[in-house]
């Protein structure tokens, strides 16, 4: 498979640098989108996600530059090859998205989630949940004699494995943003 | 020279300043203040049609026969509800037309408010762009962007959605010279590796093709020379879409008919045989491919499109190379010829005797009857009568006809042919007929239709009669659906339900109702007069060609099987679909 080594917009890194797309293993992806901050554009990304039949696993926006009045989407998504190189093509073909990239096969990349988790119970139980929250670093940002509402922030599974020790000891409640995720180094 | 003007003007300065010179609408509450500033001025035509579908359909014939942008202007609600279908063809066919609505004013958007719909909602997913402008000193630049969206690139439909208290508030006015392009800008030239890469292919090929499509087509007409160049140098055969019908003559030494489903035997057993598909602004459609698993088994495949979404969508290419068609076509010419112009000519040559085989077959070949006119031998008699003409323009609507259409007319030139492929609207020619028309005023311009597909968007006679648009609707009357009456005789057992018209009009009467002329031919021997007369008429004529009832259209791939498993007459046809074929459209 040739890579096609065509440039859009500003990234270095093409989401054109198509890759091989006939295997037929699953993969999951966190593809991060450029966009101008305008009414509609969300819904222009997840009507495409819904109308073609893509997987959205988490989808998380802000607007990341005021000046430019760019906002940034950050998706994580699951498919084959082909339906991925597939993926980023169309979200690419949207008029007001300047970037994408896909963060799985451009390099190492970091990955964040902040969740906010809410546990009640007393005794044995609470004292369980505090201890273990400290083991995840976890801040505790609100607190009754019954409750604590936890800040945890990490990769998606860091989190998935603190809401199931939660989860006997009283979880109440979890919000999670969806994944945030940049590349690392220069 | 930025001014201060209402919205309203700014719509009208805009399409000016863009060059428009037609504009296909139809007025409503919300669109006043832009129909005001029209009845004020001389230099935009607008063309009153019946329904909104039609006038989105009339731009897309406009777009397609001139190769400029269409226009449309529709009231908001159900204006714009019906144009959803005809920007949806748009899309589906890459014509660039701009639909421009009103809306409710801007504090009573979200209301539920008298003919309120959100338009950009609801387009979102059938545009290539749409925009609802709050703010009138943004509508001129949104206007603009709007036709350069609609006409860079990938073309198709733009829509813009503009509140009625827009329309009457002043801003500034900012020509388009002046208008920032935005981003939107794709890439048009092909990367030189990659067209060196494919001419090398070019050279050592034992066995190629060329697979041509609408993009030749949109590409606009330098493209079409260049492609004809290209294989007069190479002596390729060439074969080609539905869309891209025209781009090379069908009077051409190596054209070999349309591909898919009911494309020529010749064109298909060579898609299936060759072994280097050099694939044009083509996008391998379910309907040209068959069963993708066994889709030209041996090929090396190369893709030119302007579109990266195009690739690996359907078919996996070993040599992608994004770019405008008629760009990378140019350089490959150039590219080809610097190397000393090499084919491998003595096997191509067997190539072409292994084509001539297939040709042999002659797979249009039918069953003539002198008691009912066979609706192939009507098309054959049209193109007969008709080819000769200086500025000939044959629209379709959908369906059997349609694809006979296809097979038995030739295109000599691109730009002549009008037809909803990819959607595949029943209610299109007629309306396209119109805008044309409209365009050319003093040509030819043909309508082959069916009798239920024309009856969808039949209003258009009237608009046709009020603009004294002499357009040729020639009705091949069946009495059916044909196409799904096909489709139930070879899957579901001939169980026809509901695919025959029972209560038809009267179309000579019809004709003459709306103001035109009406024809009836049922017998063979006076179909030629019948097309003489509709040919001679000064005026909108209907044919009511009445033709054989049970006609079906050969050659057909049948859904779920390959290229080489044709079907090429009525003996062929028992069992020919399995159940897992059934389940395909």
């Known amino acids: 498979m040739n890579a096609l080594k065509i440039s859009k917009g500003t990234s270095r890194k093409s989401a054109y640098n198509l890759r091989s797309t006939l295997g037929d293993t699953v993969e999951t992806h966190t593809i991060a989108v450029l966009v101008d ?59 007001p998205v300047h970037d994408v990239h896909d963060l799985t096969v451009e390099g190492p990349s970091v990955e964040r989630e902040l969740a906010l988790i809410k546990v009640i119970g007393t005794g044995e139980k609470r004292v369980e949940a505090l201890r273990t929250s400290g083991v995840f670093r976890a801040n505790v940002v609100d607190s009754t004699l019954s409750s604590f509402v936890f800040e945890l922030t990490g990769t998606p599974e860091k989190i998935d494995a603190f809401v199931e020790l939660m989860r006997p000891l009283g979880l109440a409640d979890v919000a999670r943003t969806g994944v945030a995720a940049i590349a690392r180094g220069q | 020279m930025s001014r201060r003007m209402t919205g309203a003007q700014m719509v009208i300065q805009a399409l000016k300043d863009q060059g428009v010179d037609t504009v296909f609408g139809y ?60 920007l949806t063809d748009a899309l ?60 860079n690139g990938r073309p198709g439909p733009v829509l813009v959605d503009i509140p009625k208290d827009v329309q009457f508030a ?164 150039k590219v080809w010829k610097s190397r000393g112009s090499k084919t491998n000519s003595a096997a191509v040559k067997k190539w072409w005797g292994q084509i001539e085989k297939w040709q042999a077959v002659d797979c249009l070949n039918y069953k003539n009857s002198d008691k009912v006119i066979k609706p192939q031998h009507a098309l054959q008699r049209l193109e007969a009568l008709t080819k000769d003409h200086p500025d000939r323009y044959i629209c379709t609507e959908v369906g059997q006809h349609q694809m006979w259409a296809a097979q038995y007319l030739g295109f000599e030139d691109p730009h002549r042919w009008m037809t909803s492929g990819g959607l595949g609207t029943m209610g299109y020619g007629l309306p396209a007929s119109v805008g044309v028309q409209v365009a050319h005023p003093d040509a030819l311009v043909i309508n082959v ?66 103001g035109g002329k009406g024809i009836l031919v049922k017998d063979p021997a006076d179909l030629d007069d019948a097309i003489k007369e509709m040919l001679e008429y000064d005026g909108p004529v ?37 159940s897992e074929g059934a389940v395909m459209v």
């Not at chain 2, 950009?120 to 709050?134: A, E, F, Q, S, Y």
């Not at chain 2, 009495?479 to 799904?484: F, I, K, P, S, T």
């Not at chain 2, 009832?549 to 679909?577: D, R, V, W, Y």
């Open chain 1, 37 to 95: 901050n305008e009414a509609g554009v969300l819904a222009r990304v997840i009507g495409l996600f819904s109308g073609r039949g893509y997987n959205i696993e988490s989808l998380t926006v802000a607007e990341v530059d005021h000046v430019e009045n760019l906002s940034r989407i950050t998706i994580v998504t699951t498919g084959t090859p082909a339906v991925i190189e597939q993926i980023k093509a169309q979200l690419a073909r949207i008029v």
């Open chain 2, 27 to 86: 007025p409503g509450g919300a669109v006043l203040p832009i129909y005001d500033e029209i009845f004020q001025q001389n230099d935009i035509r607008h063309i009153l049609v019946r329904h909104e579908q039609g006038a989105t359909h009339a731009a897309e014939g406009y777009a397609r026969s001139t190769g400029k942008p269409g226009v449309v202007l529709v009231t908001s609600g159900p204006g714009a509800t019906n144009a959803v279908t005809g």
């Open chain 2, 92 to 151: 589906m066919d890459s014509i660039p037309i701009i639909v421009l609505t009103g809306q409710v004013p801007t504090f009573m958007i979200g209301n539920d408010a008298f003919q309120e719909a959100d338009t950009v909602g609801i387009t979102r997913p059938c545009t290539k762009h749409n925009w609802l402008v709050k703010d009138t000193d943004r509508l001129a630049q949104t206007i603009h962007e709007a036709f350069h969206v609609a006409t």
């Open chain 2, 170 to 333: 002043k801003g500034t006015y900012i020509p388009p010279q002046k208008t920032s392009k935005g981003h939107y800008q794709p890439k048009v030239k092909g990367d030189l590796d990659k067209i060196t890469e494919l001419v090398e292919q070019m050279e050592k090929a034992q066995r190629p093709i060329f697979y041509t499509g609408g993009g030749v087509i949109n590409s606009g007409r330098s493209a079409s020379q260049t492609l004809r160049e290209l294989v007069k140098g190479t002596g390729f055969p060439i074969t080609s879409t539905l869309m891209g019908l025209g781009a090379y003559p069908a009077s051409g030494d190596k054209w070999i008919g349309m591909l898919g489903m009911h494309g020529t035997y010749e064109a298909n057993m060579a898609m299936h045989g060759c072994d280097l598909m050099i694939c044009v602004g083509a996008r391998f459609d379910d309907r040209i491919t068959g069963l993708v698993d066994a889709f030209s088994p041996g090929s090396y495949k190369a893709h030119i499109d302007i579109d990266p979404s195009s690739i690996n969508k359907v078919i996996h290419v070993d040599l992608p190379i994004i770019g405008d068609v008629g760009n990378v076509l140019n350089d490959m010419v």
């Open chain 2, 449 to 514: 239709a069916g009798e239920a597909s024309w009856l969808m968007n039949m209003q258009e006679m009237g608009t046709a009669v009020q603009y004294r648009l002499p357009i040729k609707q020639f009705i091949l009357n069946n009495e059916r659906l044909g196409m799904v009456r096909q489709w139930q005789q070879l899957l579901h057992g001939e169980r026809y339900a509901h695919s025959w018209s029972e209560a038809l009009p009267d179309f000579v009467k019809l004709a003459e109702a709306f």
């Open chain 2, 542 to 578: 209907i044919v009511d060609c009445v033709v054989e009832k049970h006609e079906n259209c050969f050659p057909m791939i049948p859904s779920g099987k390959a290229h080489n498993q044709m079907l090429l007459g009525e003996a062929s046809t028992e069992g020919a679909i399995d």
